[in-house]
């Protein structure tokens, strides 16, 4: 262990609820290893070259109380410091990135984080631990060519990685602890990490052993090599964890082939492992284009695309239903027909336009709440970004939040509110309307309405629970909206019928026509 150098960096979970990088809270500067906050630069140094590892520090600054932690930051003075970096790290024979945030999870500057570390020749990194085990493998590599290799956690799967480099080509494996034999093979490596712009992949071609690292708590007995089913031969110990087998690479130099390697120790545990190779440089492999889509993906722009796409069309329609003419009944009282219908009386009837206008735009623009943003420091959260101790955090998975609010809540709303309103141009008060005999049709949506209340009320609680009191009574767009919401459906139904008068009048000749 006294050759062991630790180089760790800290995660969202060790930013959590602390209110700045000298709290005593910050448990990360006191008990890592590099006992340092900031990115940093590591060079480790060999007979045959040098090899750079930078680590990337997006964690947040303050760090608030979830969920407002789950995104990185990396600001303008952030960038320039890495890209700085970047440039010391130019004399490696490779450099390696590492940060605990995924780059489609990082908001990053221009030119963006991908672009800063296109030199690398990987980035490794945690955070979505392959989406609780929807994902098992999260690996891609970025446009400019650098490999980006989510592991996952540690914590609860006990996952973690070994890498190598063998005459400078990259290899590594994802494993699980306790598992035994480990096995990587580093030569000849895999086709779909291979790079020719980052690595000497020529050296496939004229390498005179295949070479295995293999590892167990129980010395190796065999290290069995098969490429395309046929059986090699025995690698032979080398040295440490080193096992070698003597072959040919030019009676492969053809298209793509298989290795596989059957490793097994004195205990009788035996570990398969195999992946496609060709010595061929112009070859290549593709990614998962879903894990592809997960890691490459600038997640926060999405939700911001997303928000604001969702409140235009509210607001859009609203507008459009206020300022048309009277609706002109025609043809069956069908879906379409009745849904613009119950719209255009939304929309006309003054109370209930404004009342979501004023929801829709204070979703937007308004202050969610105030509260104890982190820890002993109060704030203030809009769509946009949050406002704590004199420093503004840019909007992330505020606007997947602001998503779910108007999805979930301000939308059904509005659909609620001109849903009863054609009730009553029907006729039918809040009584009446229960007994037309349409259980399946009426039901239905009063139990979903209030289920999605029911959850806004749960969003009350839990305001309350992470960020305290004063967030809970100050916060519009939650306990304040929870209270307004009953009085407005109640107006509904206690509405002065002189008030839908043209529109009763209308519809009802048009049914009788």
């Known amino acids: 262990m006294e050759k062991t150098k630790w180089l760790d960096i800290k995660g969202n979970h060790d930013a959590f609820n602390i209110p700045s990088l000298e709290s005593v809270e910050n448990y990360y500067r006191k008990y890592s290893a590099v006992r340092k906050d900031g990115s940093f630069h590591y060079v480790h140094s060999t007979p045959f070259g040098n090899y750079s590892f930078i680590c990337v520090d997006a964690t947040l600054s303050p760090g608030p109380k979830r969920p407002y932690n789950f995104?990185?930051?990396?600001?303008?003075?952030?960038?320039?410091?890495?890209?700085?970096?970047?440039?010391?790290?130019?004399?490696?024979?490779?450099?390696?990135?590492?940060?605990?945030?995924?780059?489609?999870?990082i908001l990053s500057s221009s030119p963006g984080i991908r672009s800063i570390m296109s030199s690398a020749t990987a980035y490794l990194c945690g955070h979505l631990h392959t989406l609780?085990?929807?994902?098992?493998?999260?690996?891609t590599r970025h446009f400019q060519g650098t490999l980006e290799l989510e592991v996952g956690d540690w914590k609860d799967n006990r996952r973690y990685r070994i890498f190598a480099f063998d005459h400078d080509l990259f290899s590594f494996a994802d494993l699980t602890f306790g598992k035994w034999p480990v096995v990587l093979i580093t030569n000849p490596k895999s086709l779909l990490y291979s790079y020719a712009k980052h690595e000497p992949l020529e050296r496939l071609l004229h390498s005179t052993h295949i070479r295995v690292l293999a590892f167990s708590s129980s010395?190796?007995?065999?290290?069995?090599?098969?490429?395309?089913?046929?059986?090699?031969?025995?690698?032979?110990?080398?040295?440490?964890?080193?096992?070698?087998?003597?072959?040919?690479?030019?009676?492969?130099?053809?298209?793509?082939h298989n290795i596989e390697v059957i490793v097994q120790d004195s205990a009788g545990r035996r570990k398969t492992v195999h992946h496609v190779f060709s010595v061929e440089e112009d070859l290549h492999l593709t990614f998962d284009p879903l894990a592809s889509f997960i890691l490459l993906t600038d997640h926060y722009i999405m939700a911001r695309v997303l928000f604001v796409l969702i409140v235009l069309i509210q607001l859009t329609?609203?507008?459009?239903?206020?300022?048309?003419?009277?609706?002109?009944?025609?043809g069956p009282p069908g879906f379409v027909n009745l849904t613009s219908f119950s719209l255009h009386v939304l929309?006309?009837?003054?109370?209930?336009?404004?009342?979501v206008l004023l929801l829709t735009l204070y979703t937007v623009l308004g202050p969610w709440f105030v509260g104890e943003i982190t820890l002993g420091k109060l704030g203030c959260c809009f769509s946009f970004g949050i406002f704590v101790d004199g420093h503004f955090l840019q909007g992330s998975l505020t606007f997947v939040v602001g998503i779910l609010q108007l999805v979930f809540f301000n939308v059904p709303l509005m659909t609620y509110l001109s849903w009863s309103l054609l009730q009553r141009c029907f006729g039918h008060n809040f009584r009446s309307h229960l007994h037309q005999g349409k259980y399946l049709k009426i039901i239905p949506v009063h139990l979903l309405m209030l289920l999605l209340y029911v959850w806004q009320v749960y969003s009350c609680y839990f305001l309350q629970v992470t960020y305290g009191t004063l967030a809970f009574f100050f916060s519009p767009l939650r306990t304040w909206l929870t209270l307004l919401t009953p009085v407005l459906i109640r107006c509904v139904w206690t509405l002065n019928p002189t008030e839908l008068g043209t529109f009763t009048v209308q519809l009802k000749s048009h049914l009788s026509s």
Do not use: C
């Open 71 to 105: 995104f990185g930051i990396l600001n303008e003075k952030q960038m320039e410091e890495l890209s700085l970096l970047a440039k010391e790290s130019s004399w490696s024979n490779h450099t390696i990135w590492f940060g605990h945030f995924t780059t489609s999870t």
């Open 132 to 139: 609780g085990g929807l994902m098992p493998v999260l690996h």
């Open 219 to 256: 010395s190796i007995t065999s290290v069995a090599v098969k490429i395309d089913g046929v059986h090699l031969g025995e690698a032979v110990h080398l040295s440490g964890p080193i096992f070698i087998l003597k072959w040919n690479p030019r009676n492969y130099s053809n298209g793509t």
């Open 317 to 330: 329609i609203l507008i459009i239903f206020r300022y048309r003419g009277h609706p002109k009944l025609k």
């Open 347 to 355: 929309s006309k009837t003054n109370i209930f336009y404004y009342s």
